[in-house]
């Protein structure tokens, strides 16, 4: 039997779809590669001042933007916009988590570090019922719970010292502590951006936010920044550049493949910070730090899974409430 126009118009539509999921796929891989290399960059220069380091990662990561932005022709509008104050509201809170994000980067092994950044999907679930009244069902609660598990898995080691006089002497403990506060603070700036995507641009957003953060951590200059060696300025701004890099890829990877199918490579970074922390640093991962990772790492792409079927289901019933023509 031979097949008609129109199936050849599907296998098409097919393969080009296929090949759309691989791309979106394959740019979030490599986003998430640039990104893990933005945190070595960040640990290998040693214990900077965390506002030293938003500084550098902020300022710099506007380089790559702009040329990609300016490649494109949309720089001429790229900072336009009708909403300047919630811009500066999610420069602020970001810069905080950011801030505290590089000083755990700098007290913890570079596996612990990115693994307990993993908690911050599950805040946002949490925070999106709280403050946004969000109906979530019991299927997510449930994975947020088994989730937050799986971070208290990780810090337990750490946490078991809070009690000890040594706590507050422990840099490893005071990263952990900074590690999950960050998180929660990155999930209030997650909620922050899902509103202003509602009216702005990607490239407005990430534009608005790298200058906003690059004057904001220029407050904390007469709190102790340190004179750099070249070494460490060159990593620095290697740093900067990677993140301007990885949002550029990230941004293409989620424009070429559902948020559904593209969003569980995050947790790639996982078994990438192992080996890297491994070979670089002489990072070993503990059992605690594995086992605790995969339940984490479970309940975020339960939680992408089960977004995905909701967004299904409303897709459904907007299709049957629509009027016949």
């Known amino acids: 039997m031979t097949a008609g126009p129109g199936s050849s118009t599907a296998a098409a539509s097919d393969r080009a779809g296929g090949h759309n999921t691989l791309t979106g796929i394959t740019l979030k891989i ?9 945190q070595t960059c960040i640990k290998a220069a040693g214990t900077v001042p965390a506002g030293e380091i938003v500084f550098f ?19 001429g ?7 300047p104050f919630n811009h500066i509201a999610r420069g602020l809170v970001g810069v905080c988590a950011m801030g505290l994000g590089f000083f755990a980067l700098t007290r913890l092994p570079l596996p612990e570090a990115i ?3 993993y908690a911050q999907p599950l805040l946002v679930v949490v925070f999106s019922s709280i403050f946004l009244g969000e109906a979530i069902r019991v299927y997510r609660w449930s994975a947020v719970a088994v989730g937050l598990v799986g971070v208290l898995i990780i810090s337990w080691p750490e946490l078991t010292l809070l009690s000890s006089d040594e706590a507050l002497d422990d840099q490893e403990v005071l990263g952990v502590m900074a590690a999950l506060v960050a998180a929660a603070i990155s999930a209030v700036a ?3 951006v899902r509103n202003l995507v509602q009216s702005e641009r990607t490239a407005t957003i990430v534009l608005w936010f790298s200058v906003t953060a690059s004057i904001m951590s220029l407050l904390s200059l007469p709190f102790g920044w340190q004179a750099l060696t070249p070494l460490q300025a060159a990593l620095l701004v290697a740093a900067g550049f990677c993140g301007g890099l990885g949002q550029i890829l990230m941004t293409a990877a989620y424009r070429h493949a559902e948020a559904s199918v593209v969003a569980p490579f995050e ?7 192992v080996v890297v922390g491994y070979l670089v640093f002489g990072d070993v991962a503990t059992l605690n730090m594995l ?3 995969l339940i984490v790492v479970a309940a975020g792409i339960f939680i992408i899974w089960r977004e995905r079927q909701l967004g299904l289901e409303r897709t459904r019933t ?4 629509l009027p016949e023509g």
């Open 77 to 83: 509008t790229a900072f336009t916009t009708k909403r």
């Open 267 to 273: 947790y790639t970074s996982m078994i990438l910070g």
């Open 291 to 293: 086992v605790g990772g």
């Open 57 to 75: 990662r902020s300022f710099f990561a506007i380089f790559p933007i702009i040329a990609f932005l300016a490649f494109k022709g949309k720089l």
């Open 30 to 38: 490599i986003s998430v590669a640039v990104f893990v290399g933005m």
């Open 190 to 192: 997650m909620l922050l």
């Open 115 to 117: 693994t307990l950044n």
């Open 318 to 321: 907007r299709k049957a409430s």
